[in-house]
Nanobody
Framework: QRQLVESGGGLVQPGGSLRLSCAAS????????IGWFRQAPGKEREGVSV????????NVADSVKGRFTISRNNAKNTVYLHMNSLKVEDTAVYYC???????????????WGQGTQVTVSS
């Protein structure tokens, strides 16, 4: 069974940092574009960042540009989302997903994880 599993979420104070991880189970993540999305209560799912299969190309949403970066370690079959200077408005459930091409539209993705909660609060 092909699954993505997110980890690393938690409670952090404004201005703090977290690193989320996305690991694959049942398939090799290395062949896929991986995107990170988030969804806050009452809001639509938002594309946050995406990385190509090789890691050579990335894209970041304007709302997190300069604060979030994405990376991958194909030897470990894992993709990371590094989140710095966190704001209260970054609070959401964060999901990773797999696609065949770079996109920040959730409809382009076909494998999804269950999500990890990130709460930014003092």
């Amino acid at each position: 069974q092909r699954q993505l599993v997110e980890s690393g979420g938690g409670l952090v104070q404004p201005g703090g940092s977290l690193r989320l991880s996305c690991a694959a189970s049942g398939f090799t993540l290395n062949y896929y574009v991986i995107g990170w999305f988030r969804q806050a209560p009452g809001k639509e799912r938002e594309g946050v960042s995406v990385i190509s299969s090789s890691g050579g190309s990335t894209n970041v949403a304007d709302s997190v540009k300069g604060r979030f970066t994405i990376s991958r370690n194909n030897a470990k079959n894992t993709v990371y989302l590094h989140m710095n200077s966190l704001k209260v408005e970054d609070t959401a459930v964060y999901y990773c997903a797999a696609a065949n091409y770079i996109s920040l539209f959730s409809t382009d993705y076909f494998y999804w994880g269950q999500g990890t909660q990130v709460t930014v609060s003092s």
